[in-house]
């Protein structure tokens, strides 16, 4: 049994290999633990050995490795996606900081907007000091 914190998912695949079945209890549901006066590791285990024994021990649902692997994979994804928008407007914000107009084409990224881009000189800023603005 594994209470239902951030990496239970990757501590259940670590032990599922070697293990009977791995259960991962649905802590804020386990209100046995949470309101416990005294709290260790040994007792909260004890707990929820108790609770399962009896029947009465909440679970979190545990998706199949295909269905794990796949949203890692949507979450790498995201994540990526994020960086290139985050990077996509920095290239924008120092475009504008050194007053180039904005580019012609449909996307400044697509091989049109990069090209455009190309031919475009940026002045050299003198550290501390900004560049004047209009």
Known sequence: MVEATANSMA?????APSLAPVII??????????????KTDKIDA??????QAAGYLPQIWTPHAETDRKRRLVARRYQVA???TRLKNEVHSILHAHLIPKC???DLFNARGRA???????????RGHRSARP
């Open 116 to 126: 455009w881009l190309v031919t475009r000189q940026l002045r050299t800023m003198r």
């Open 46 to 51: 004890g707990t929820l050995a108790s609770l």
């Open 11 to 15: 501590v259940s695949r670590v032990l």
């Open 25 to 38: 209890a649905n802590a804020r549901q386990v209100k046995a633990i949470a309101q416990a006066p005294v």
């Open 104 to 106: 012609p084409h449909a």
């Open 82 to 84: 994020r960086h290139r």
